[in-house]
T-cell receptor, first 112, second 111 residues
C-alpha cells in the first residue's frame, strides 16, 4: 500500500535552476493537489487537478507549473527556482466528495 | 478567500493533561476537518465533521462542529508524548474538494 509517493525527499537547487517534484498515487484518486508548507504559514495550495488533463491554480501558483497526463501522476515543475521557493512541498490526493486527503511525506526543497 | 484562524501558534502541556484547541472563520463552512502532522511526515486526517452541532470522537480525540458553522473545536484527553505534532483545521472552499488549511497549532507534551 504505497498511497502517495513523493520524490525526491530532499533537494538543494541553485537560483535559476529548474526541477520537477514527482508525485504518484496508486489509489485511483481523481483529485490531486500540491501544497507548500512554510513556518507559521500553514499549508497553502499551489495547484490542483480534478482529473487527467484538468488543472487549476490555487492560492500561490506563481513560479510553478503542473500537468496531469495520467490519473496516477501529478508532477510539479519549478522553471527557474528562487530562494522564496525554499519550502516543504506536499502532494495530496482524494476521491470526489471525500475531503479526507491522503498526503505524501513531502519534499524538502532549499534554493540557494 | 476564506481563511481559518488557529491560535495560539504553540501549546505546551504536561503529559496526562487535557488540551482544547479551536478553529474559527468569518465564513461558513459545511465541513470541518482536523489533521495531525508528525515531524517529517505529511498531515493525516483525524476527524471529519459534516453537520452543524456534530460531536465526533476518535479514541482520546473529540471534535465538534460549531452551531454557527464558523468554528470547530478539537479536544485531546489524557495527553501522551505521541500526541506531539502540528494540528491543522481545514475546510473545503470553492468546488472540487479544494481544502483550505489553518496555520496549525504545534503541540508539545512534557513527560
Amino acid at each position: 500500500n504505497a498511497g502517495v509517493t513523493q520524490t525526491p525527499k530532499f533537494q538543494v537547487l541553485k537560483t535559476g535552476q529548474s526541477m520537477t517534484l514527482q508525485c504518484a498515487q496508486d489509489m485511483n484518486h481523481e483529485y490531486m493537489s500540491w501544497y507548500r508548507q512554510d513556518p507559521g504559514m500553514g499549508l497553502r495550495l499551489i495547484h490542483y487537478s480534478v482529473g487527467a488533463g484538468i488543472t487549476d491554480q490555487g492560492e500561490v501558483p506563481n513560479g510553478y507549473n503542473v500537468s496531469r497526463s495520467t490519473t496516477e501522476d501529478f508532477p510539479l515543475r519549478l522553471l527557474s527556482a528562487a530562494p522564496s521557493q525554499t519550502s516543504v512541498y506536499f502532494c495530496a490526493s482524494s476521491s470526489p466528495g471525500n475531503y479526507g486527503y491522503t498526503f505524501g511525506s513531502g519534499t524538502r526543497l532549499t534554493v540557494v | 478567500g476564506q481563511q481559518l484562524n488557529q491560535s495560539p501558534q504553540s501549546m505546551f502541556i504536561q503529559e496526562g493533561e487535557d488540551v482544547s484547541m479551536n478553529c474559527t472563520s468569518s465564513s461558513i463552512f459545511n465541513t470541518w476537518l482536523w489533521y495531525k502532522q508528525e515531524p517529517g511526515e505529511g498531515p493525516v486526517l483525524l476527524i471529519a465533521l459534516y453537520k452543524a452541532g456534530e460531536l465526533t470522537s476518535n479514541g482520546r480525540l473529540t471534535a465538534q462542529f460549531g452551531i454557527t458553522r464558523k468554528d470547530s473545536f478539537l479536544n485531546i484527553s489524557a495527553s501522551i508524548p505521541s500526541d506531539v505534532g502540528i494540528y491543522f483545521c481545514a475546510g473545503p472552499t470553492g468546488a472540487n474538494s479544494k481544502l483550505t488549511f489553518g496555520k496549525g497549532i504545534t503541540l508539545s507534551v512534557r513527560p
